[in-house]
């Protein structure tokens, strides 16, 4: 398996016509039947999954859009990120692309949690589904200290207001995932954070719900969680409850992989993806 060895350049990117003046900046890869859908988390965009690219468009297409305010999109500080309206913006993209058939949606972190909330609101229109980690904490998780996070909070948000954006991008990526990960990111993957960092602030103010057994209980479709075996415990938290309350889930573990797996380990996940996308 391979994966492309640079970012892709802006011109790559298509604007797909949504709904009235809204588009969403996609990248499209491949050809076939089914249609593969792939949202970013925090400080990304579409060019995120490039080293899934290559394997995961063989047979198949891939769409990985850019979510609102996101690069190629020009930075602007005042932006004010809304995870509702990036689902409604997957919906519309759904039905602009495959309006006779369920598609496969593959999110991580952020993404993820968007990818199931769009999933529980039409699960008609959702074949598979793939959740990385995904943001937001389950009613059965311990929530951070909420005077921790503030602390947190401000310490980034006084960081981007000097312009020290390296700094508070990188604060944010080794809270996520381990201490050492911003120094030890690929130069792709930072240019493309620090192409986001514009978003960073409005992002925290934008909290994910947590979920509910309930309603988690009644997605009844084939699910794969992943996760990494050095990743931080809220995260496994989340994908080892979500394991339990969904009626049809399949779990992964990425050896020697903390949140960014798919960066990190792409033939390792790009394996378990295929092999979950492409089961009977």
């Keep these: 398996m391979s994966h492309p060895s640079q970012l892709p350049s802006t011109g790559s990117f298509a604007s797909i016509p949504l709904s009235g ?4 900046s996609c990248l499209q890869l491949g050809q076939g039947e089914r249609l593969c859908i792939l949202i970013h988390g925090s400080l990304c965009d579409g060019r995120y999954w490039w080293p899934q690219f290559d394997d995961l468009s063989a047979g198949r297409r891939l769409c990985s859009p850019s979510l609102r305010h996101y690069f190629p999109a020009a930075p602007d500080p005042t932006v004010r990120l809304d995870w509702r309206r990036d689902v409604g913006d997957l919906l519309a993209l759904v ?7 369920p598609v496969d949606l593959i999110g991580h972190s952020r993404g993820g949690a968007i990818a199931y909330q769009l999933a529980r609101q039409r699960p008609d229109r959702v074949r598979r589904l793939v959740l990385a980690e995904p943001g937001g904490a389950t009613q ?6 909420p005077v921790l996070m503030q602390e947190w909070k401000a310490a980034l948000s006084a960081k981007l207001a000097r312009g020290e954006y390296e700094s508070a991008v990188g604060q944010f990526i080794d809270g996520v995932s381990r201490a050492g990960s911003w120094l030890h990111s690929p130069r792709d993957f930072k ?9 960073l602030v409005s992002q925290m ?3 994910l719900p947590a979920y509910a057994e309930a309603d988690v209980a009644q997605l009844a ?3 794969l969680l992943v996760k990494g075996q050095r990743s931080r415990e809220r995260f496994v938290v989340t ?3 979500l ?3 969904l009626p049809d889930a399949r779990v992964v573990e990425i050896a020697g992989a903390s949140h960014g797996m798919n960066l990190a380990h792409p033939r390792a996940f790009n394996a378990a993806v295929l092999d979950f996308l492409d089961a009977a």
């Design 205 to 207: 103010d934008d909290p």
């Design 191 to 199: 240019r493309m954070a620090l192409d986001n960092a514009h978003t």
């Design 221 to 223: 479709l084939p699910v």
């Design 239 to 241: 994908v080892d409850t």
């Design 243 to 245: 394991a339990r309350w």
């Design 140 to 145: 059965a998780g311990t929530p951070a200290d």
């Design 95 to 101: 039905e602009r692309l495959s309006p006779d058939a």
């Design 21 to 24: 003046d809204d588009s969403l």
